[in-house]
């Protein structure tokens, strides 16, 4: 009796209840394809998450003023918000505050400083085109730098450009398509509430992630929007960029000393403004995702689990319904290890065919991409869907069938 | 004289425990010559069909000993048994047990695949055996196309393909019209006249009547034993064919 004998056996098995078979692999293909396709969801996920956070600039540091009062509403005049309570009275960022902290004796981790207006949705007119930039940003062309924003055609505009308050303006993606089209805009004219500024660069695209276009903005020097649309009132935040990853954690220690004693903080204190550490917040990005991928492993492991549960009951039913015929082979003088054998193939190809077209479809499916998340497969994943259907698969197949082989073949025979 | 095919020993076989207990058999011990054609009778219950499946090694005895060919099946392991079965035995049962799904041929292909012949060989001696029987033109059909007296001849075909020592045949009949009946009573004669060593269980005296010795059963013990023709002589019933 040759293994090849054995396999025919079983292949001539399963063509003889096609319909119960084509089902079996249906069920394992679902279930292996789900694992490896979640899986690859989730880690596309998270990959396209950690990049948007790292297109950030991961040593940098984003000082905001905070209110705990909550009252204030921002609208940049002067005077200062006004805490409720029993505190001392907040004061908003300065650019006073941003040139104590570019000081080097003070913060020596502190490579660079850009203080940051910002004027939301103004609106840009070139030529008879006209959109509402969403973020319009005064800053120091540090901030270029600071927060990792690579011009692709012009140039950034300079510190001269910033003492002499010139109306220069470096455009993203977006606003160039919707003001230019196809032209190039460098050089050109833009008029913002009435105040023209000259094109001198266009950002490199950075895609939009999330609910936000990041290529929805420009930058213009500070004093420039300060005199045409802010006012000179307080900064929005304060773009502190360390002078490398290893040196953020006492860079931001050094900010918050200077800060502190600007703005009189006693260390008991509450701090009227907040520091936001991007090296943290990727901390904590990836755990979440970490969580996130967790969770849809868990789905994909529960999918898996009911495929495993399909093959069970499949194989039960198969070898009970069969036991009859497993006495007829038996009586005719097939040994137990033949039985044994054709059962396990039997199994082993229903569970290689469904599991392997499992992955064939993951392949497939991982080809689109589904709600702006290209799906990255992962290796292991594979491996394991397959281990596990076509371990279940052998198990709950060898199982009942080494059962009815151990039988003596009159019991065999006389089962209904 | 030659060792005899089968030979058994005070058997008995007893089901269930306590109150259920039925001692179907009680002690049988009951010899059969090389060549003899053997019917078994008895009413039903009278312990016919467990004796039929402890002589095929479908089922171990409670106490007693059995040999085939003179070896003691009792001492055989698990694998020795199966190799038995296949060499040794044809069996025919009275619901034919073919497998479903598979032609007539295969069917009868089935034991020699796990004897180990090779596939050439087997195909060959698979359609001698259907020609045997009259079942040439029917090879390709499945069980659920032939009818029950063809059914009956491909599972007759399948016993006797590995050409057994021991045909044991489990009424046979029992589910047959008479034409087919007559046909399966006919296949036997023939084999019988050409020295194959058949064991028959039935209940039926126009069956046991086609036999060379007439075994009576009550209630598991062996009270008649009567012989119809010699052991190495034709069966009674077969004036016709030329030996």
């Not at chain 1, 055609?153 to 230019?180: C, P, W």
């Not at chain 1, 500070?222 to 002078?243: D, E, K, N």
Request: net charge neutral; glycine share 12%.
């Amino acid at each position: 009796m040759s293994w090849f004998e054995i396999l025919r056996f079983a292949l001539r098995g399963l063509a003889a209840n096609k319909l119960r078979s084509f089902l079996t692999t249906l069920g394992i293909l679902i279930g292996v394809g789900a694992v490896i396709l979640l899986v690859a969801f989730g880690e596309g996920a998270s990959q396209s998450i950690q990049q948007s956070i790292q297109r950030l600039g991961s040593n940098t540091l984003t000082i905001s003023a905070s209110f705990s009062g909550g009252g204030f509403g921002g609208g940049g005049g002067g005077g200062g918000g006004q805490a409720g309570g029993p505190r001392t009275q907040a004061r908003q960022l300065t650019l006073e505050d941003a040139r104590a902290l570019a000081d080097r004796e003070q913060a020596p981790s502190v490579r660079s400083v850009s203080p940051v207006v910002t004027a939301s949705s103004a609106t840009a007119v070139h030529e008879g085109a006209s959109h509402t930039i969403s973020q319009l940003v005064g800053t120091y062309p540090s901030y270029f730098e600071a927060t990792n924003k690579p011009v692709t055609s012009g140039a950034y505009f300079v510190n001269d450009d910033v003492l002499a308050a010139r109306k220069v303006m470096v455009i993203g993606r977006t606003v160039a398509e919707e003001l230019f089209g196809a032209a190039d805009p460098v050089g050109r004219r833009v008029s913002v509430s009435g105040v023209p500024f000259t094109v001198v660069g266009v950002l490199k695209e950075l895609g939009s992630s999330g609910m936000q276009d990041a290529d929805d903005v420009a930058i213009v020097p500070l004093p420039a929007v300060q005199q045409s649309l802010t006012g000179f009132g307080a900064l929005g935040s304060i773009i502190v960029q360390a002078t490398g990853a290893g040196t953020t954690e006492s860079a931001q220690a050094e900010v918050t000393a200077v800060l502190n004693q600007r703005h009189d903080i006693t260390p008991t204190g509450t701090a009227d403004y907040r520091i936001l550490n991007q090296a943290t917040l990727q901390e904590t990005v990836s755990s979440t995702i970490g969580v996130f991928t967790a969770l849809l492993g868990a789905v994909a492991a529960i999918s898996l689990l009911v495929g495993g549960i399909g093959i069970t009951n499949i194989m039960l039913v198969t070898v009970t319904e069969r036991t009859r015929e497993i006495g007829i082979r038996k009586a005719i003088g097939a040994p137990r290890s033949a039985i044994l054998g054709q059962f396990l193939l039997e199994a082993t190809v229903l569970s290689l065919v469904g599991g392997l077209s499992g992955v064939a479809i993951a392949f497939v499916g991982t080809r689109f991409t589904i709600a702006g998340i290209e799906p990255v497969i992962v290796p292991s994943s594979i491996a394991l869907a397959l281990g596990v259907s076509v371990g279940i698969g052998l198990f709950f197949g060898s199982y009942p069938a080494n059962r009815a082989a151990k039988l003596r073949p009159i019991q065999a025979l006389r089962h209904e | 004289m030659t060792t005899p095919v089968l030979s058994v020993q005070e058997l008995s076989k007893v089901y269930g425990e306590g109150d259920a207990q039925v001692r179907a058999l009680r002690g049988v011990s009951l010899t059969v010559e090389r060549g003899d054609y053997v019917a078994i009778m008895g009413a039903s219950g009278s312990g016919k069909s467990t004796l039929m499946n402890i002589l095929g090694c479908l089922d171990v005895p409670s106490s007693g000993r059995y040999l085939i060919d003179g070896a003691d099946v009792g001492a055989l392991e698990e694998r020795q048994l199966a190799v038995l079965r296949n060499r040794k035995i044809g069996f025919v049962f009275q619901s034919f047990n073919l497998i479903p799904r598979m032609s007539a041929l295969a069917n009868v292909e089935l034991p020699m695949a796990y004897g180990g012949v090779g596939a050439a060989e087997r195909r060959a001696r698979a359609l001698a055996a259907l020609e045997q029987v009259g079942l040439s033109d029917r090879v390709r059909h499945e069980p659920n196309e032939l009818s029950g007296g063809q059914q009956q001849r491909v599972a007759v075909a399948r016993a006797l393909v590995t050409a057994p020592s021991l045909l044991l045949a489990d009424e046979p009949t029992g589910n047959l019209d008479t034409a087919s009946t007559g046909d399966v009573l006919e296949i036997l004669d023939r084999l019988s006249a050409s020295g194959r060593t058949i064991v028959i269980i039935t209940h039926e005296d126009d069956v046991a009547a086609h036999a060379k010795r007439v075994i009576r059963l009550v209630d598991g013990q062996i009270v008649e034993d009567r012989r119809q023709a010699p052991v190495d002589g034709p069966p009674p019933r077969m004036p016709e064919v030329p030996a």
